[in-house]
């Protein structure tokens, strides 16, 4: 039996396709095993959204490739969006590379790389409408917490992303399909769901009408063993009362909202092919925090978009420091080929750029710093995810945190307890983007 290593990279949408693969693998015949040395075969599930995502993703490839001059490896094989942004320009420029999936050919992947092992290497890309997004997982994360993709691909088209051209037109899943995967997790030991797509809160427009995310999320909170249900990628536009009256009946979803804004400027935004402006935007965000007093608000803005001005930029780390979000993601423009902004008057440079987002995130910082402060002295629910060895604590996530974009709780407990377990910590006090506390006995 030959054995297939994957190392994948970029979004939780792309985890969950690694994951699809993994299975895929398994049911073809293959052993996978988690040491590359190990593996006849080596996949490399890449992200090619931004500059830095590629340039992760070419120094995996060619970290990988060594295990064939060292390891047993016979094929080294590129899937995900970079392979599918690029195709035969993959195994060209890289040479270290065999073999180049797009991700129509996904469903083939045993296939592929079986033949690659075998000496018979040959890119393949099918139609982008052919990735299924129905079928048998096996979880890369930990057990307790899963990704839940309800739609591949966006029709947004804003100008300075290429993910349209990369995954194609929005295509959602039907409703029955989502909650049979998502009971099929839970009976695995799944407690956490998390829903993504490029936008969620497009969700069902195309095969509805409509979007159906509010309908979803209420049949998920139907479904035993799920204890948190989050949502990440919700579109200011898109955000409707329907949908926040959900969120804050359902005790099961947790008060955290992921609004990726990218800017405030209606001029900017009106660039970006965005819709709104300072004003609606702050507008959305009181109504949100007048409906669900505890809610968790997450955005994340670019700097140095074709075009924005002093003015312009101001107008933004205003904006941050009047609205002070519990959480924010600040990231310099990256100007990404095939795209409307590459192509824009009024390009600004690297070091502009970098200077305004740092600013931005020396605001966030304060901001963070203050509101976790305030939480010292209040009881709040924790995922466990771990023991850490040197301060000898648990650490954990609060409702307000997700996994790896946001912050965690390291705390004390008298007693052992399990990893996956929801416990009440009481917080003591902060540092940084983390807080401490002691298990509420």
């Given at each position: 039996m030959y054995k297939v290593c994957m190392v994948s990279l970029g979004c939780p949408k792309n985890q969950v396709d690694a994951e699809m693969m993994l299975s895929?693998?398994?049911?073809?015949?293959?052993?996978?095993?988690?040491?590359?040395?190990?593996?006849?075969?080596?996949?490399?599930?890449?992200?090619?959204?931004?500059?830095?995502?590629?340039?992760?993703?070419?120094e995996n490839i060619l970290e990988a490739?060594?295990?064939?001059?060292?390891?047993?490896?016979?094929?080294?094989?590129?899937?995900?969006?970079?392979?599918?942004?690029?195709?035969?320009?993959?195994?060209?420029?890289?040479?270290?590379?065999d073999v180049c999936v797009g991700i129509g050919s996904?469903?083939?992947?045993?296939?592929?790389?079986?033949?690659?092992?075998?000496?018979?290497?040959q890119n393949r890309y099918g139609a982008k409408e052919q990735l299924d997004l129905n079928g048998d997982r096996i979880l890369g994360g930990?057990?307790?917490?899963?990704?839940?993709?309800?739609?591949?691909?966006?029709?947004?088209?804003?100008?300075?992303?290429?993910?349209?051209?990369?995954?194609?037109?929005?295509?959602?899943?039907?409703?029955?399909?989502c909650i049979k995967e998502a009971e099929d997790l839970a009976r695995r030991g799944v407690r956490e769901l998390i829903v993504v797509a490029q936008d969620t809160t497009a969700y069902g427009e195309d095969i509805y009408g409509e979007s159906k995310l509010p309908e979803l999320l209420s049949r998920l909170c139907?479904?035993?063993?799920?204890?948190?249900?989050?949502?990440?990628?919700?579109?200011?536009?898109?955000?409707?009362?329907?949908?926040?009256?959900?969120?804050?009946?359902?005790?099961?979803?947790?008060?955290?909202?992921?609004?990726?804004?990218?800017?405030?400027?209606?001029?900017?935004?009106?660039?970006?092919?965005?819709r709104g402006d300072r004003q609606s935007i702050s507008s959305l965000l009181n109504k949100i925090r007048e409906k669900i007093p505890e809610i968790t608000l997450r955005t994340t803005f670019i700097t140095g978009f074709p075009g924005e001005t002093e003015e312009q930029f101001c107008e933004l780390a205003e904006f941050v420091k009047e609205t002070r979000f519990e959480r924010l993601g600040c990231f310099p423009y990256s100007a990404e080929e095939d795209t409307l902004a590459?192509?824009?008057?009024?390009?600004?440079?690297?070091?502009?750029?970098?200077?305004?987002?740092?600013?931005?995130?020396?605001?966030?910082?304060?901001?963070?710093?203050?509101?976790?402060?305030?939480?010292?002295?209040?009881?709040?629910?924790?995922?466990?995810?771990?023991?850490?060895?040197?301060i000898k604590c648990y650490y954990g996530r609060t409702p307000a945190d997700a996994p790896e974009i946001d912050g965690k709780i390291f705390f004390m407990s008298t007693r052992p307890l399990k990893i996956g377990e929801f416990v009440k910590v009481r917080i003591n006090d902060c540092i940084d983007y983390d807080l401490l506390g002691e298990l509420e006995e």
């Open positions: 895929l693998l398994e049911k073809g015949g293959l052993e996978i095993c988690s040491a590359e040395a190990e593996a006849d075969a080596i996949i490399v599930n890449t992200c090619g959204f931004i500059e830095p995502a590629k340039a992760e993703a070419i490739s060594q295990y064939k001059k060292e390891g047993r490896c016979k094929a080294l094989i590129v899937t995900g969006c970079l392979a599918e942004r690029y195709r035969d320009d993959v195994t060209e420029e890289i040479p270290e590379a996904n469903k083939d992947i045993a296939e592929i790389v079986i033949n690659a092992i075998e000496g018979k290497k930990p057990p307790y917490t899963a990704y839940l993709k309800i739609a591949d691909g966006c029709d947004n088209c804003c100008t300075y992303c290429a993910i349209p051209k990369i995954r194609g037109r929005m295509r959602s899943r039907r409703i029955e399909d139907e479904i035993d063993g799920i204890h948190w249900i989050r949502t990440l990628y919700t579109y200011p536009e898109r955000i409707t009362d329907r949908l926040l009256d959900v969120i804050s009946c359902n005790d099961k979803i947790v008060k955290y909202l992921d609004i990726p804004l990218q800017h405030v400027s209606g001029e900017i935004l009106k660039r970006m092919n965005r590459a192509g824009f008057d009024g390009q600004i440079d690297e070091q502009t750029k970098n200077d305004r987002m740092e600013n931005i995130m020396e605001l966030q910082m304060t901001i963070a710093a203050e509101k976790n402060s305030e939480k010292t002295g209040s009881v709040t629910e924790v995922l466990i995810e771990g023991w850490d060895d040197y």
